[in-house]
């Protein structure tokens, strides 16, 4: 579903990603790990083309269900189907729960199905039912991680793209984000993630990443690099 060749990515002069290539096979769970500073964050910023929105630039190629997208502005791949969660979820604090929802259906196909994605956001997340209108800013941080998840949900991914989803949150709000990605695979959604907790992150992924200086050193399944000696020593503190 999508495939990266030769990715490089700067902020002014300083060179971030360097040459990482990687793909992600529709309906799988793909899992970016590695230290702070990595580039995990500008990965992701480079595939959804918000990074020269944050003065970032990048080269490389993008490949999205076979077609070419480097360079695209974000808009145009969300009406594609490719949505990304950004860290610390970007919620409008004042606007109700309900309100953010309905932002992230504005693109034309998404509007003209939003009563039944509605719907299944609030089947799948319940307590954005219960709390739909109050404010945004007035729920916990597990909370509004769900809504952040949910309002992504709204445009219709084919592909969802998270970034650090879990960091902040109460153990159980973790647990229950990665119950949550477990039913969006389900459901048939891709899923890119980039995130902190490296055992969740690779219990649940088929496909893993582990990024280090702005370069790809480690790939293989899931289970394999939760059983690599350097990265249990390097990540798991074991």
Known sequence: MLRAVGLNSWYGDVHILRDVSFEVH??????????NAAGKSTLLLTVSGLLPRLGGRAAGEIFFEGQPVAGLP????????????MEGRRLFPYMTVEENL??????????????????????LLPVLKERRRQTAGSLSGGEQQMCAIGRALLARPKMLMLDEPTIGLAPRYVERTFEILRAIKLRGTT???VEQNVRHALTLADRGYVLENGR?????TGKDLLGNEGLK?????M
């Open 102 to 123: 309905e932002l992230g259906a504005y693109g034309r196909a998404a509007r003209t199905r939003y009563r039944d994605s509605l719907a299944e956001v609030f089947d």
């Open 26 to 35: 529709g309906g799988e769970v793909a899992a970016i790990v590695g230290a």
């Open 191 to 193: 899923i890119l993630l």
């Open 216 to 220: 790809i050193v480690l790939t293989g």
């Open 74 to 85: 974000a808009n145009e791949l969300v009406a594609r189907g490719l949505v990304q969660i």
């Open 233 to 237: 020593r390097a990540y798991l503190g």
